[in-house]
């Protein structure tokens, strides 16, 4: 027996969907698409193909890398079975001639989801792809992170100050938005209000209100940023920052007594600074809003039960540009049951945290070089990326080589 599944359109509330031009009642239809879309949120697939043909739809779903065929549309069902996803995403059922995409969720049993669908018109009609992302609750806390205990003690520090801008900055791909909501669990209070916008909404957080950007809004992601912060949160987190408006925007809301949280790629913690100045940031607006800045790359975990260990020599110490201590040994990966011969189970984060102090703040307003400011903080500061990464390193937890490769 199938669970209750519960659609939630994107745009339109369900006596939207009962007014739409070509109203899709058909209770065949909504129990084919039903049929569908639960099995393929019961199976756990990625991906839902509805791929037209002369006589229906051939519909296969992606489960791994793999593509299945699940199931045959007739032909007399097509359009209306195209029909009743393009409600569902908040799509115009009166064009089928120009690609669209929109996006519904869906709630099937304990699964909560977010289905983008995509469609592009072919020869035999509308070809729709819907791609599930599944939501997943932020459970992970700052201390689980991995964090050098000295790195975790001064990032806990500083964010207790509760207010002023953190960005958690690194490549695509380096767990920033874990880094981000373990740091608003830490700091969040249910007396507290929380808003947050991402183009992706990867997890969720109690008491935490969330929101994307549409395809098709009508506001830039700046405005949306300002609007945001015209709620006075106490908590704001803002996703991708990528240009001038987005980073102006968030920088004044951190002026505000709030904490504001925000991601950004950026290679190292420092020269994030750099990236907000070259974007037209005026420093002094930097110096002064800034809290923390972590930096971070993700790497593969060695397998605890089958690494293996080599004496590092100074060939090695030459390398890193680092003196180790007498009997200091690396580790390779080998394979084993455990980790189904790859050596590999699971991974690691390296993690670099900036602390403005006042020094390093004239340094910033004098447009001191970004390398003068770097060896300046790391003087005195914790341990940068490279020096977490070797330390994780001799700790078994990851290879020298992806170590230095991610950097
Ligand atoms: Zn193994």
Do not use: W
């Not at 932020?138 to 207010?163: D, E, F, H, I, W």
């Not at 102006?248 to 504001?260: E, H």
């Amino acid at each position: 027996m199938a669970e209750k599944v519960v659609f939630e359109s994107a745009r339109k509330s369900d006596a939207d969907m009962r007014q739409a031009r070509n109203p899709v009642e058909d209770k065949n239809v909504i129990e084919e698409v039903d049929k569908v879309i639960s099995g393929a949120a019961e199976s756990g697939a990625t991906e839902v193909h509805l791929e037209p043909v002369q006589d229906g739809y051939v519909i296969r779903v992606r489960e791994g890398t793999a593509l299945r065929k699940v199931n045959e549309i007739p032909e007399r069902l097509k359009l209306n079975v195209a029909n009743r996803i393009k409600v569902l995403a908040g799509l115009d059922i009166t064009k089928n001639r120009i690609p669209q995409n929109g996006y519904f969720k869906l709630v099937h049993g304990e699964k909560k989801l977010e289905l983008n669908v995509y469609t592009i018109p072919m020869l035999f009609g509308e070809s729709i792809v819907i791609k599930l992302s599944y939501k997943v609750s932020a459970t992970m806390r700052l201390n689980q992170l991995g964090m050098q205990p000295a790195v975790l003690a001064a990032y806990q520090k500083a964010l207790a100050r509760g207010s002023g801008l953190y960005l958690v900055t690194g490549p695509p791909g380096s767990g920033k938005r874990t880094t981000i909501y373990a740091s608003i669990l830490e700091q969040l209070r249910p007396d507290q209000l929380a808003l947050g916008f991402d183009p992706v909404v990867k997890y969720e957080i109690e008491g935490m209100i969330q929101g994307k950007p549409e395809e098709k809004s009508e506001y830039t992601f700046a405005e949306a940023i300002v609007a945001l912060m015209r709620q006075e949160p106490d908590v704001a987190y803002i996703g991708d920052i990528s240009s001038e408006p987005d980073a102006r925007a968030t920088i004044q809301g951190a002026f505000a007594k709030r904490l504001v949280l925000a991601r950004m790629t950026a290679n190292d913690s420092v020269s994030t600074i750099q990236n907000l100045i070259d974007m037209g940031i005026q420093p002094f607006l930097i110096v002064a809003s800034l809290a923390a800045v972590i930096n971070q790359r993700m790497v593969r975990r060695l397998c605890p039960s089958c690494r293996q260990p080599y004496p590092a020599n100074a060939d090695i110490e030459k390398e890193i540009g680092l003196k180790l201590p007498q009997g200091a040994n690396f580790f390779k990966p080998q394979g084993c049951q455990a980790c189904q011969g790859t050596g590999y189970r699971g991974i690691i984060c390296l993690y670099e945290l900036y602390k403005p102090n006042e020094e390093l703040g004239k340094m910033i307003i004098a447009k001191e070089p970004v390398q003068q400011i770097r060896l300046k903080a790391f003087k005195e500061q914790t341990f940068t990326l490279k020096v977490d990464g070797i330390m994780k390193a001799l700790g078994g937890y990851a290879s020298l080589e992806d170590v230095l490769n991610c950097l």
